[in-house]
C-alpha cells in the first residue's frame, strides 16, 4: 500500500442543523474547549478540571450523590453500567418497555444473568404504573428500571408513582435520562431516584462520547455489598469511583477533551439556569407542534405525554419518507430521525434538543418541510409559520 496526500482532502463534513434524535447542534466554546491542550490524568490541573465537571453535573442532576461521574462512553455504555453494577446473577429486575430503549434494557438484564420482569406498554404511550403495582406483586425485585424520555416514541413518562412502587417493593428506582437529562426536570434526590444515566450529545449539546451518571447513597451500598465482582472490568464503578473520588487511582486514561468539552457544556448549561432551559424547551416544542398542526399533520403521542426535546409526527398520506428527509438534509442542511421498528416509515423524529432547540430552528424546519412537501405534489394547509408564531407571542 502506498500512500498519496492527494487522495486525502481536508477534513470537511459540512454545517448541519442537527434536529435529529441527537446527536445535536454543538455551541462553538465546547468545540473550542476540546481544543485545549491535553494534559495527564492525573496532572493537579485535570483533577481539577474533575472536580468542577463532577460539581456541574450534580447540580444538573439536582443531587447531592457522591458518585455522580461521566462514564467513558455513549449513553448506553451508562445503561450498561447501571445494570452490571447493581444487580448480581439470579436478581429479579423490572423493566419497563415501550420503546428502543427499554427493549434494550432487557437485552443487557439477560445478558447480566438477572431474571427479568418486563412489564410492556404499546409503542408511543406511557407505563401504567398499576401494571408495575401487578408485576411487582409477589417478588422481590432489585431493581425497577424506566425510561424517562423515549427518543424512539417522543413519550414522557411520569416518575412519581414509579419510584413509590420501587420504595414500596424495596427494589432501586433506575431512571434512562440520556433524552431527558437538560431539557427536562429530573431531580434526582427530590423524586427518589437511585440510579440515573445521560449521555452528552442529547440535550446537553456537547459530542457523543460521555455518560453521565449517579448513583444515590442506596445504589452505593448494594454496589459495596456485592457477592460477586462486577462482571465488567471497565464499567465496575468501585474501582472509577477510586479515580474520580479521593484516592486518584489510575483506572482507565479518563477521555481528557471530551471532559473539557463536557465541561464546557455543563458551565453553558448552569449560565441558563435550569429553569429557563426547561422553559425554553417547552416553548420551542409548543411552536413547532402548533405549526405541524395547522399543516395539518399529526403527533404520535398524545398531547400532555409528548416530550419538548423530541416530536414524532405522523408522515402525511403520499409523503415519501426518505425523499423528504433527502431534501431536507440536502437542500436545507436539515438533519432529522426516521422512525424505528414498527414505526419506521409511520413517523418522523423531530428534535429540539439543547442547542438545537431555537426558535430560528422551528422557523426553519416548518418552512423547509412545508417547501419539500408542496414540492413533491403532497397537500399542506398554510399558515404553519404563523402558528408557530402565536406560540410565541402568547406569553412564556
Ligand atoms: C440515545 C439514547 C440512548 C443510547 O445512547 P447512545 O449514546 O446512543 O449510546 C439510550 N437511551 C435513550 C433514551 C436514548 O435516547
Redesign the pocket.
Known amino acids: 500500500m502506498s500512500f498519496n496526500a492527494d487522495d486525502f482532502r481536508d477534513l470537511d463534513p459540512g454545517e448541519r442543523v442537527l434536529m435529529g434524535?441527537?446527536p445535536s447542534d454543538v455551541p462553538g466554546r465546547v468545540l473550542q474547549a476540546m481544543a485545549a491542550p491535553c494534559i495527564g490524568h492525573l496532572d493537579p490541573a485535570f483533577l481539577s478540571i474533575m472536580d468542577e465537571t463532577q460539581g456541574l453535573l450534580r447540580y444538573l442532576f439536582q443531587t447531592e450523590n457522591a458518585l455522580t461521574i461521566p462514564v467513558s462512553g455513549?449513553?448506553?455504555?451508562g445503561?450498561e453500567t447501571c445494570f452490571v453494577n447493581l444487580i448480581e446473577p439470579g436478581d429479579e429486575v423490572v423493566v419497563c418497555v415501550n420503546g428502543v430503549?427499554g427493549t434494550?434494557m432487557c437485552d443487557i438484564v439477560t445478558r447480566v444473568g438477572g431474571r427479568l420482569i418486563r412489564v410492556d406498554a404499546q409503542w408511543g404511550e406511557t407505563i401504567d404504573p398499576d401494571a408495575v403495582s401487578h408485576a411487582v406483586k409477589g417478588k422481590d425485585p432489585k431493581l425497577l428500571a424506566v425510561?424517562h424520555?423515549?427518543?424512539s416514541t417522543g413519550v414522557l413518562q411520569p416518575l412519581e408513582e414509579l419510584s413509590r412502587i420501587a420504595k414500596e417493593a424495596g427494589a432501586l428506582f433506575l431512571v434512562?435520562m440520556?433524552?431527558s437529562l437538560a431539557g427536562l426536570d429530573v431531580a434526582l434526590d427530590r423524586m427518589g431516584i437511585d440510579a440515573a444515566y445521560s449521555?452528552t450529545?442529547?440535550c446537553i449539546s456537547c459530542p457523543?462520547g460521555l455518560?453521565p451518571i449517579s448513583f444515590s447513597p442506596a445504589a452505593l451500598e448494594v454496589l459495596n455489598n456485592r457477592k460477586t465482582p462486577v462482571i465488567s472490568w471497565y464499567l465496575d464503578m468501585s474501582m472509577v469511583s477510586n479515580y474520580w473520588g479521593g484516592e486518584r487511582k489510575y483506572h482507565h486514561t479518563a477521555p481528557i477533551n471530551m471532559v473539557y468539552g463536557l465541561r464546557e457544556a455543563l458551565r453553558i448549561i448552569a449560565e441558563e439556569g435550569l429553569e429557563a432551559r426547561f422553559a425554553r424547551h417547552s416553548v420551542n416544542h409548543r411552536a413547532l407542534v402548533a405549526g405541524l398542526e395547522a399543516m395539518g399533520l399529526s403527533m404520535l403521542v398524545a398531547e400532555g405525554e409528548r416530550l419538548p426535546m423530541l416530536n414524532a409526527v405522523r408522515i402525511p398520506e403520499g409523503a415519501d419518507d426518505l425523499k423528504v428527509r433527502r431534501a431536507l438534509l440536502g437542500d436545507f442542511g436539515v438533519e432529522i430521525g426516521g422512525g424505528l421498528g414498527d414505526l419506521a416509515g409511520k413517523i418522523w423524529r423531530v428534535g429540539l434538543m439543547g442547542h438545537s432547540s431555537r426558535r430560528k430552528n422551528v422557523f426553519l424546519f416548518l418552512s423547509a418541510l412545508e417547501t419539500i412537501l408542496k414540492g413533491q405534489g403532497v397537500k399542506v394547509q398554510p399558515g404553519a409559520l404563523e402558528a408557530a408564531s402565536s406560540e410565541y407571542q402568547s406569553g412564556d
Open positions: 434524535p441527537g455513549t449513553g448506553s455504555a445503561m430503549f434494550r425510561v424520555a423515549e427518543t434512562d440520556v433524552t449521555g450529545q442529547k457523543p455518560s
